[in-house]
């Protein structure tokens, strides 16, 4: 709820110029900054030099973006895109929309895809499944992020409901990916950044990220040439924030 004037700041701290961007503007910024040792590529494809960049990130939420070339650098196109609505794909994501709608109003990919998201999806298949949930794991819940907790135990195959949970987040995720890289055309690449990805690297990397990515009907060949790679540097966005303050004053 804060109100933030370029101008004001300018004024306090004493500087000619102050520029504000969001979370994924600079995130878009760094990757242009990223060695390839701070990516993991999930698709090679063929990246067409100039052409535009899709950005997105799953973390406390999910931040979409992107980046254009305008004929000598790229700029960064900020967007609310992860408050766009949750398109069911399958039944089981039909039901899955209808649980959903008697907690929010409306539910959003926001509400899937992103920490609380996660949490949202074990909800739904510890519901769905009817077996209680474990006394170990409702301890963990209870102690730690819920989110990390839910994930570990999928990771580890602890439990069935938390392995349903993170396969749906992965899909999901591949799914709004994919949306995304079809509204942008993003044939200069898609990346993913946020806190998430990193940890969930190997879940990712099993294939149920970008064949839900790829699933986009007659544009499903346009996508399997999209390059899409994984961020794994966490400064990325502090990195995209200095590298705008370089090119304010160009």
């Known amino acids: 709820g804060w109100d933030v004037d370029a101008q004001e700041i300018a004024g306090l701290l004493h500087l000619d110029k102050v520029g504000l961007i969001n979370d994924l503007a600079a995130t878009a910024y760094g990757i242009l900054r990223l060695p ?9 494809g063929k990246e067409q030099p100039h052409m535009t960049i899709a950005v997105i990130a799953a973390g406390t939420g999910l931040g979409e973006g992107g980046l254009f070339w305008d004929g000598s650098r790229y700029h960064a196109v900020p967007s609310e895109g992860g408050h766009t609505d ?5 039944e089981l994501e039909i039901e899955l929309l209808r649980f959903l709608l008697k907690k929010y ?6 509400r899937l895809v992103s920490g609380p998201g996660m949490l949202n999806l074990y909800e739904f298949f510890r519901a769905r499944s009817g077996v209680p949930e474990p006394d170990w794991l409702t301890e963990k819940i209870a102690a730690g992020d819920p989110s990390a907790v839910v994930s570990q135990a999928a990771v580890e195959r602890r439990d069935e409901a ?32 946020g806190g998430i990805a990193p940890k969930i690297l190997s879940k990712i990397q099993e294939g149920f990220f970008f064949d839900s990515f790829v ?8 996508l399997k040439q999209m390059p899409v790679k994984v961020v794994l540097n966490d400064k990325t966005a502090l990195y995209g924030a200095a590298h705008y303050a370089l090119v304010m004053n160009d």
Do not use: H, W
Not at 166 to 188: P, R
């Open 36 to 44: 390839e040792s701070d990516v993991v590529a999930l698709n090679d």
């Open 86 to 90: 949750f398109g069911p794909r399958n």
């Open 105 to 110: 109003e409306r539910v959003s990919y926001e």
């Open 162 to 193: 938390c392995i349903q949970t993170l396969q749906m987040f992965v899909s999901l995720y591949g799914a709004e990916t994919g949306n995304l890289a079809l509204k942008l055309l993003s044939t200069g690449g898609v990346y993913v950044g």
């Open 215 to 222: 699933r986009k009907g007659r544009y499903s060949s346009l």
